[in-house]
């Protein structure tokens, strides 16, 4: 059964922090990107961070680098996402993504992906 799980949301003050964490099972994972997204309410989805298979993060969101750190560990099927110095506007559904493609192509594109998690509720308040 193909599973991505995410954890870690919750509700903090601006300024604090949170580790979502997205656990892969079901699926093969060391070979593929993966990226983390969020859509907030009334907002489209938009690319968070993206890591390649290596673990290279390939892109941050504009309103994000600086602030958030993503990682995997192949080991464990596991990708994260650091969140420091949360705003407000952070506030949203976090997702994590596998790619659709084997191997080192990334994308901040959601057409790209064809496995998505649940999502996780971010709740930032001022």
């Known amino acids: 059964q193909v599973q991505l799980v995410e954890s870690g949301g919750g509700l903090v003050q601006t300024g604090g922090s949170l580790r979502l964490s997205c656990a892969v099972s079901?699926?093969?994972?060391?070979?593929?990107?993966m990226a983390w997204f969020r859509q907030a309410p009334g907002r489209n989805r938009e690319s968070v961070a993206v890591?390649?298979?290596?673990?290279?993060?390939?892109s941050y969101g504009d309103g994000v680098k600086g602030r958030f750190t993503a990682s995997r560990d192949n080991a464990y099927n596991t990708v994260y996402l650091q969140m420091n110095s949360l705003r407000p506007e952070d506030t949203a559904v976090y997702y994590c993504?596998?790619?659709?493609?084997?191997?080192?192509?990334?994308?901040?594109?959601?057409?790209?992906?064809?496995?998505w998690g649940q999502g996780t509720q971010v709740t930032v308040s001022s």
């Open positions: 993504a596998r790619s659709r493609y084997l191997g080192i192509y990334a994308s901040e594109n959601q057409a790209d992906y064809n496995y």
């Open positions: 079901g699926l093969p994972f060391s070979t593929y990107t």
């Open positions: 890591l390649n298979f290596k673990g290279e993060v390939t």
